[in-house]
């Protein structure tokens, strides 16, 4: 059955999210009974209070997550029934689809069509790819010496905290738990405080699956509260990192300070979508690169914010993607299931959007379209799609993440000119190119700098295609087998024969 507009509208006035913290197999309240309001930015209505962890919260996790580890309850589980377990955690997390959807899209603002269409099958598929590697891991005798037998074990790191952003809840956590819960290491989840209610879900699925209590944890708080004591804590060995590079930077200097726990990063990005007159189709590249920067309100860490198109084709370019713009993602209720743009996640973050519009029109650039508050839709957080033209790649609006639906499009003289601009960023996240000539598609994907490229395609990829940047955008890989690297550790292992 599709659900309608007014079928959403009933659940989310129905709705009685849990709101207390998961640690140790149960739901708990902070240890100092506080709270924190999560916000509908759609309405700025209180959805729920939930649980507002500090230290003494995130000790309790690790503490609970650690005896879990040492005692082998997942950690020396038999491979097949960790697999179960996780197959079963994947199934029910597509049964609760519309569960998901929900709480996602009224914490954060995302169309629920998306959530159905998008996020919630890629934390399944996730989930699924992770699952059944269980039991495909080996590890490898190496060729040393007869006199010996030496073998190399990749062992789980222990306890692992994983602290994600809001602009994908359920998949961002979804990623990094296939890889940590599979390789058998206990977790500490830390959603982002926009977007706490699907990990509490999450939390609860594990457990309906068969996951051992103190297996996977959760504490709900604000990043300064609780995802830094979890970064500095002594008894976590591995930070997984998705955010803002600003913050990301920070997991590293936490670590230095505390039990050098290794960092993952996902960050931030500024990426690069060239268009080059060779294009053969330039409709579907218009229309993707529309989709690129608009999809999730542009609340995309790859999001094709920075647009370099041949100047032969610059205008030509430039109006097709303004027809499509026009009518494809448009502000609207994200409970609507026609709605393909929803509000942003907060009104800091519609202020900062809207500050970067302000930027860029005091940099000279030319705004082409939008730039403003939807008329009709003062009481949520949205900010119409924008377009800027004009726009050189030293601009403060070509340079930053601004995480919104701004996109900006320079002119570029030719294929090299492209690759050159295209590099001239501190990020290196996504980077794609629209050209009909092979050399120039392979050294494009030779010579960028960005740990993802797409030619004639833009965010294509699934739970097998490594996802991961170059220079300030992060030093982690998801999805991919090479994610289970990363939260294995290796032991060599010499037995004399002599
Ligand atoms: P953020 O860095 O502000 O917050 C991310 C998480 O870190 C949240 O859970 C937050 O509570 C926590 N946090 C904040 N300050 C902290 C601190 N001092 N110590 C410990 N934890 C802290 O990012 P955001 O605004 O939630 O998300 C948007 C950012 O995420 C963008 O920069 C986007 O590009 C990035 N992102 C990257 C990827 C990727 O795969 N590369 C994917 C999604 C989002």
Redesign the pocket.
Known sequence: MTLTKADWQARAAALCPETRMFIDGEFVPALSGATFPTINPATGEVIAEVARGNADDVDRAVTAARRAFRDGRWSRLDPRDRMDVLQRFAGLVEAHAEDFALLDTLDMGKPISDMLAIDVPGAVSNLCFFAEVVDKMEGAVTNTTPQALHYILNQPLGVCGI??????PLM?AA?KLGPALATGNSVVL?????SPLSALLLARLFMEAGGPAGVLNVVT????E???P??LHMGVDKIA????????K??FV?SGQSNMKRVT?????KSPHIVLADCDDLDTAAATAVSAIFGNQG?????GSRMLVERSIHDDFVARFTAVAATAHQPGDPLDPETTMGPL?TAE?QERVLRYVDIGRKEGARLAFGGAVPAGLNAGCYVEPTLFTGVSNRMRIAQE?I?GPVATIIPVDGADHAIELANDTIYG?AASIWTSDIKTAHRFARDVEAGIVWVNAYEAGDATTP???FKQ??N?R?KCLEALTQYTQTKSVWIDLR
Do not use: I, R
Not at 265 to 269: P, S
């Open positions: 602290v994600v952003p809001w602009n994908y961002m990623w830390k959603p982002a405080e926009q708080g604000h990043g300064e609780t995802g830094k979890l970064a990192f998705t955010g803002s590079t600003e913050v990301g920070l997991m936490y990063t996902e960050c931030g990005g609340e995309v860490c790859s999001a996640v973050q993440e995480f996240l996802w991961g940047g955008s992060g982690g998801d």
